[in-house]
Each structure stands twice: as structure tokens, then as C-alpha cells.
């Protein structure tokens, strides 16, 4: 099934501690790109990647990291997480500039 | 910069036709998303739009006018399920073409 997958669904971290979200896409798209969506404010990007190795920031890009090592995954690293990015994560990935985006199922992060 | 504006939330019956509007001030304009968001889930996609006019798919259509910077999605014999989130996306030319989103229409059915 074509699909793209993020872990975990849920996290509960505390502020400071280094994490990871995973996501990997199985439909060998080009763009991949991370949103994340707060209530009142929709959904926001945060960064997004062309092809393997080629990532740039996108409007709130504070705070995180991404890498592209491979085309399939493109994992989401938050270095020193603070309360103000509890937030709930998408990644999403399409193969072409004209098609449309593919969503993950979420990932609901709260940072105490 | 982006500028897109959709109404914050609609209410319609069952049965009937309802249009959601978005309007979008950007530098070079490439194309126009609509999603559907339900409650908890991930956003899916809709529909796409470069050229324009208007594009069927079942009961839903989008529409598109680039010079007014202005589209809508119609939906058609309205059911119950239709109740979720439409989020309205530009992609730009000249840069990523990565979407940016609205902040969406909630869309409320009732019987």
C-alpha cells in the first residue's frame, strides 16, 4: 500500500531532550515536507527537500533539523525541544511539483 | 510573501450545495490546492488546479481564476461525512513549489 509513515503518533517529552520523529514514504516521491498545524494558525511548514541531500527551510523552520540521506525517509530532529513546539506534525510527500501531496498519519508531540 | 484567506467555518443541510471560497495574494502563482481535513486525521488531496476554470470530479469541483487570484470548491448533494476542514494551498513558481496552506473552512453538515 502506498502510504507514508510516521512514528510515533504520540510523544510526550520534557523540554531540553533531544528527539526524532521518523517519517518514510514508500511511493519513491521526490518532495517531502514537514507541517506542522496549530489551532487558529493551520498548517505551517516548517522544512522541506527537493530530492536526497537537497533541504531548506521553510516559514517556522526554529528549532528543528531535517536530513536526507535516502529518498524514502526524511526524520524531523528537534535538538532542545521547549513547550512551544507542542504541536501536532505531518509529513507529507509527492512525486512532482503538480501533483499532490501524500500526508502521514501525525504525530501529536507535547513538550512539558 | 503569501497571502490566502478562507472563511473560518460554514454550516449547510444535507442534500445541498455549498461553495467555499479562498482568494490568495502571491509572486508567481503556480498552482492551487483544496484538501479535506476530518477531525484528528491527516489532511487528503482534492483537488488541482493550474489553469483557469472549473474541474469535475464527482461532487466536487474547483474552480480557478488567476488573474482575480481566486478560486472555490463547490460540493454537491451534500452527506453527512462531507463535516470536516477544507484547506485551501498555493504552490509558488520560482521557489519550492512547496504548498502553503491556509488556515482552512470548517464545514459543518447538518440533517
Known amino acids: 500500500e502506498a502510504q507514508v509513515t510516521q512514528n510515533p503518533r504520540y510523544l510526550i517529552t520534557v523540554t531540553g531532550k533531544k528527539l526524532t520523529v521518523t517519517c518514510s514514504q514508500n511511493?519513491?516521491?521526490?518532495?517531502m515536507s514537514w507541517y506542522r498545524q496549530d489551532p487558529g494558525l493551520g498548517l505551517r511548514q516548517i522544512y522541506y527537500?527537493?530530492?536526497?541531500?537537497?533541504?531548506d527551510k521553510g516559514d517556522v523552520p526554529e528549532g528543528y533539523k531535517v536530513s536526507r540521506k535516502e529518498k524514502r525517509n526524511f526524520p524531523l530532529i528537534l535538538e532542545s525541544p521547549s513547550p512551544n513546539q507542542t504541536s501536532l506534525y505531518f509529513c507529507?510527500?509527492?512525486?512532482?511539483?503538480?501533483?499532490?501531496?501524500?500526508f502521514g498519519s501525525g504525530t501529536r508531540l507535547t513538550v512539558v | 510573501g503569501q497571502n490566502i484567506d478562507q472563511p473560518t467555518e460554514m454550516t449547510a443541510t444535507e442534500g445541498a450545495i455549498v461553495q467555499i471560497n479562498c482568494t490568495y495574494q502571491?509572486?508567481?502563482?503556480?498552482?492551487l490546492f483544496w484538501y479535506q481535513q476530518h477531525a484528528g486525521e491527516a489532511p487528503t488531496f482534492l483537488s488541482y488546479?493550474?489553469?483557469?476554470g472549473l474541474e469535475e470530479k464527482g461532487r466536487f469541483s474547483s474552480f480557478l481564476s488567476r488573474s482575480k487570484g481566486y478560486s472555490y470548491l463547490l460540493l454537491k448533494e451534500l452527506q453527512m461525512k462531507d463535516s470536516a476542514s477544507y484547506l485551501c494551498?498555493?504552490?509558488?513558481?520560482?521557489?519550492?513549489?512547496?504548498?502553503?496552506f491556509g488556515r482552512g473552512t470548517s464545514l459543518i453538515v447538518h440533517p
Open positions: 507529507a510527500s509527492s512525486l512532482d511539483i503538480n501533483y499532490g501531496y501524500t
Open positions: 488546479n493550474v489553469l483557469d
Open positions: 494551498a498555493v504552490s509558488r513558481s520560482g521557489g519550492s513549489y512547496i504548498p502553503t
Open positions: 502571491t509572486s508567481g502563482f503556480n498552482g
Open positions: 527537500s527537493m530530492n536526497v541531500e537537497v533541504t
Open positions: 511511493m519513491n516521491h521526490e518532495y
